[in-house]
Each structure stands twice: as structure tokens, then as C-alpha cells.
């Protein structure tokens, strides 16, 4: 019922920035968090930085001061602006919400968008 749809992603050479975009449709009766996951080869997922409605941050310790993370809410578009990238940081990247369909709904849904990758190489 709810479509995440991810852009922005692609090569990058060290210390370049690029800015990932993900756009959330469908049935939404209001979104609580939304965020940013990315998973290198080899490795875990994990989160890179999160968003809440009302507009606080959390970001991973690798990521501190180079990446910034931001909210459109009429739009139901959340951002992440990457720069002085690492080689480090190469992963696909992946939007996720937690989202209520409905003024009832008592518990939040996920949803995860199909990811993009991030190449940063020389």
C-alpha cells in the first residue's frame, strides 16, 4: 500500500557530496520517524541517521558532521545530504519509515524503499 521511492545515489570520489532523496505515497495518515539504513557488502544493516515528525535527529558516529538529515512532511520526503565522503561510506542505502495508515491506528507500520547504491572510489 505505501511505495518509498529512493533517488540520488551513484559514484563519488573521496571527499565528494551527493544527496539522497526518498519520496513516501500511498495510503499515510501520518509518518513518526523516518530514516536511513545502509548495508556494505560483507556487513550488517545499520542506521545511518533518523528523523522524527517533529524534526530531531540522530545520526551514527561515523557519519557526525558530514551528513545531514532532513524532512519535507507536506511533501512525505525525507533527505540525506552526504558530504566529504568516505570510501568507508560505499553501501547501498536504504529509506525506511514508520508510518500509521489511518487516525485509529494504534501501531506503526515499516516500510523499507528498494535501496541505491553509493560508490565512493577513486
Known amino acids: 500500500q505505501v511505495q518509498l521511492v529512493e533517488s540520488g545515489g551513484g559514484l563519488v570520489q573521496p571527499g565528494g557530496s551527493l544527496r539522497l532523496s526518498c519520496a513516501a505515497s500511498g495510503i499515510i495518515f501520518s509518518i513518526d520517524v523516518m530514516g536511513w539504513y545502509r548495508q556494505a557488502p560483507g556487513k550488517e544493516r545499520e542506521l545511518v541517521a533518523d528523523i522524527t515528525n517533529g524534526g530531531s535527529t540522530n545520526y551514527a558516529d561515523s557519519v557526525k558532521g558530514r551528513f545531514t538529515i532532513s524532512r519535507d512532511n507536506a511533501k512525505k520526503t525525507v533527505y540525506l545530504q552526504m558530504n566529504s565522503l568516505k570510501p568507508e561510506d560505499t553501501a547501498v542505502y536504504y529509506c525506511?519509515?514508520?508510518?500509521?495508515?489511518?487516525?485509529?491506528?494504534?501501531?506503526?507500520?515499516?516500510?523499507w524503499g528498494q535501496g541505491t547504491l553509493v560508490a565512493v572510489s577513486s
Open positions: 525506511k519509515i514508520a508510518y500509521r495508515r489511518f487516525y485509529y491506528s494504534n501501531l506503526p507500520l515499516d516500510a
